[in-house]
């Protein structure tokens, strides 16, 4: 790949891709991309092109090589937080999602010290204790809807790690109305960037319930801020306040857009991902027994290969994106300056030539050596890596352990699953529908 065309590469075609009115295609993308885009893979090959509201050429890549080459480009020519641009009204401009170079950077390194090291360890005692409690609750023999029970899960455990505690009037409702704003839908989601849309609706709703998120957010940080034992605190809201001057302490407007990208993208991967999980295991007697083995033996090797099969098998997100400064080459092809290139999470992890029968749900993939590097990316790659990838296995791997140690698991059989989008995820359409029965 070469990043800035030679005169050489300048008259080097387009990649293909369908000639379908952008709207047309935003519509299909948004609604369907698990069903088209290997269709369109088929017929155009690795690059494909296309043209998406709000106003974006983006060409989807599903070559390994070809991905692990922007994944490992330079910075200033790939740009993550351009490529993110759809979740700018929702997560603010200054998201860590949402920046780029320096002040991604900076973002980053405020952020990283609450998801490595010794900071997961100490999470794991709270996570144990959040899913064993949410797991005691549940009734043995009821088929019930695993994702929602997962969300909720998830959501408490990362409000106590995103502000130290989950109680209070002020938490209650924030927890209610994260819950209402994660449900929005593909064509919600691109109605944010229209103003005249907001005012009118389901985007007006929504609107409201992020206004009020705003209003709860900079109150807690109002109040924080006044706390008298910050340094002794480990939550990140807590450390973010205690950078010291010198580090060029976060602003409240940085400080909320920082808490509500990990409100929200804090918790849907991980519940998505053991909702899945649960589904899969359920349906797989002997793949469950072994995951029951490995639990009561405390082997999270074997049982954070089971999460990671079900991010392999039914990716979270698609794809992820890098919104070009400058034209590049790739494969043969052309891409200018203001494209979006998509490393295609999806295609690449279902290609049959880098997971043997991608299909079946066989978490033996991930023990050993694992899968071929490259190709298997649910947490994007390069610098650009998810912050909470250890956080999102640890989690899963702890909340696997709890419900299998005291339930064993039974298919909902009177209905199937399928994936459906959900804003930029995919979901289980019909909830992961499992019952549970007591271990013996």
């Known amino acids: 790949m070469s990043v800035e065309t030679p005169s050489r590469t300048s008259a080097l075609p387009l990649p293909p891709g369908p000639k379908l009115p952008a709207g047309v295609q935003t519509v299909l993308f948004g609604n369907f991309r698990h069903v088209l885009m290997p269709l369109l893979r088929r017929r155009y090959g690795d690059l494909i092109r296309l043209n998406l509201y709000p106003e974006r050429h983006v060409v989807q890549l599903a070559n390994p090589d070809h991905i692990r080459a922007v994944f490992s480009g330079p910075a200033d020519v790939f740009h993550a937080g351009e490529g993110n641009v759809i979740l700018k009204p929702l997560m603010g401009p200054h998201s860590v999602l949402l920046t780029d170079e320096d002040v991604h950077l900076r973002a980053r390194k405020l952020l990283m010290p609450a998801f490595h090291g010794a900071a997961l360890r100490g999470y794991r005692d709270m996570i144990t204790e959040l899913a064993e409690a949410e797991v005691a609750t549940w009734?043995?023999?009821?088929?019930?809807?695993?994702?929602?029970?997962?969300?909720?899960?998830?959501?408490?455990?990362?409000?106590?790690?995103?502000?130290?505690?989950?109680?209070?009037?002020?938490?209650?409702?924030?927890?209610?109305?994260?819950t209402r704003i994660v449900d929005i839908g593909v064509l919600e989601l691109f109605g944010w960037h229209n103003a005249k849309l907001r005012r009118v609706g389901p985007w007006r709703r929504y609107s409201l319930a992020q206004d009020r998120v705003d209003e709860l957010l900079y109150a807690e940080i109002a109040d924080r801020r006044k706390a008298g034992d910050l340094d002794g605190r480990g939550d990140v809201l807590s450390r973010l306040l205690t950078v010291p001057a010198e580090d060029d302490r976060l602003s409240d407007a940085e400080l909320r857009d920082q808490l509500i990208t990990l409100l929200l993208a804090g918790h849907e991967t991980t519940a998505t991902a053991l909702a899945w999980s649960f589904h899969e295991l359920a349906r797989d007697p002997a793949r469950q027994r072994r995951a029951i083995e490995a639990a009561d033996a405390g082997d999270e090797k074997y049982l954070e290969a089971v999460a990671k099969e079900a991010m392999r098998q039914h990716p979270v997100i698609s794809e992820v994106a890098r919104r070009l400064t400058r034209d590049i080459e790739i494969g043969g092809y052309r891409i200018p300056a203001g494209h979006t290139v998509m490393p295609s999470i999806a295609l690449v992890?279902?290609?049959?030539?880098?997971?043997?029968?991608?299909?079946?749900?066989?978490?033996?993939?991930?023990?050993?050596?694992?899968?071929?590097?490259?190709?298997?990316?649910?947490?994007?790659?390069?610098?650009?890596?998810?912050?909470?990838?250890?956080?999102s296995l640890l989690e899963a791997t702890i909340v696997?352990?709890?419900?299998?140690?005291?339930?064993a698991l039974e298919p909902d059989r009177a209905r199937g699953e399928h994936a459906r989008p959900r804003h930029i995820t995919m979901v289980p359409g019909r909830g992961a529908r499992i019952a549970v029965v007591p271990r013996r």
């Open 139 to 178: 009734t043995p023999g009821r088929v019930f809807r695993s994702h929602e029970r997962m969300q909720a899960l998830t959501l408490e455990i990362i409000l106590r790690v995103v502000f130290g505690v989950a109680e209070g009037p002020r938490l209650d409702e924030l927890r209610e109305l994260l």
């Open 400 to 407: 696997l352990r709890a419900v299998l140690t005291r339930f």
């Open 349 to 391: 992890q279902g290609d049959p030539a880098h997971h043997d029968d991608p299909a079946a749900f066989r978490p033996e993939r991930f023990l050993g050596g694992g899968p071929a590097s490259g190709t298997w990316f649910p947490f994007g790659g390069g610098v650009r890596r998810c912050l909470g990838a250890g956080f």
